[in-house]
């Protein structure tokens, strides 16, 4: 008991303003911000490495080990170097969501509406009946900013007539991917991260490797249509379900939290 009279005696010593709660506080959300838009990355395991190196650099030093600390001292004097390097594309992408309206809202994947889900199944649909090719993202928690600035800006809203007219053949918009934001068509003809994976069936074209891509870098739902064969195909968490139909593509999307009205995901 006396340890924690001590204790408290010691809190009524602190002189803490209001100015210093406000000064945590801030620097508490910035940080929650930057945790949640590297959330699912691969910039999110690169942070961890980084962190258990400089865990690891501290550790040397509190156990005398001169040879291991002085290492990865040399290595950690290069670190504002690295992470500039590691991690351009993140940092490009965060500045993009830093003044969006969607960290506003603490998550970035989020729109005032939804794209309707039964459209979205249908044009994919019809798109795959006359194998013409398409890839769709769809965005959820982690910005795609970084990736819709690769394409032409549309901002428009969702719908059937006009998401089949972006992909038909020979339109400038076709070639490239669309990216949905909630109930907003971003941009379409954008470029997304091919997969380095080599385990891949010959069959993938360069869309299917752009869907599985797309999910190593963040947590989206990526649509694919493929324009030789008309299959459609379901990117998720580096994975790719397939052959889907219009109503398996629409109980896949329900099925990983894309319900049109809450979250937002897709790929082709």
Known sequence: MNW???????????????????????????????????RGT??????WGILIITGLYFFSR??????????????????????IVLFQREIR????????????????????GTAPLNELALAVQALASKRIGALIAIERKDSLAAWADTGIPLDAQFSYDLMLNIFIPGT??????????GSKIVAASCF???TTRHRLS???????????????????LVVVVSEETGTISLAVE?????????????????EHAFELGAQDNGTS
């Open 42 to 47: 691969r910039a999110m395991q690169m942070l």
């Open 4 to 38: 924690l009279l001590s204790f408290l005696r010691r809190l009524d010593t602190l002189q803490v303003s209001l100015a210093d709660f406000v000064d945590i506080l801030i620097v508490t959300l910035l940080l929650y911000a930057l945790l949640v838009l590297l």
């Open 93 to 112: 992408s965060m500045l993009a969501a830093f003044g969006s309206k969607s960290l506003l809202r603490w998550r970035s994947g989020q729109d005032d």
């Open 238 to 254: 580096e994975q790719l379900l397939r052959p889907l139909d219009e109503t398996t593509l629409r109980n896949a999307l329900a």
């Open 192 to 194: 997304l991260p091919l």
């Open 62 to 83: 509190a156990a005398d080990l001169i040879t291991l600390s002085t290492i990865l001292g040399n290595l950690l004097a290069f670190l504002p170097i690295a992470i």
């Open 202 to 220: 010959s069959e993938l074209g360069t869309r299917h490797r752009a869907s599985i891509g797309l999910t190593e870098e963040s947590d989206a």
């Open 172 to 181: 400038p918009l076709h070639d490239g991917a669309v990216v949905l934001r």
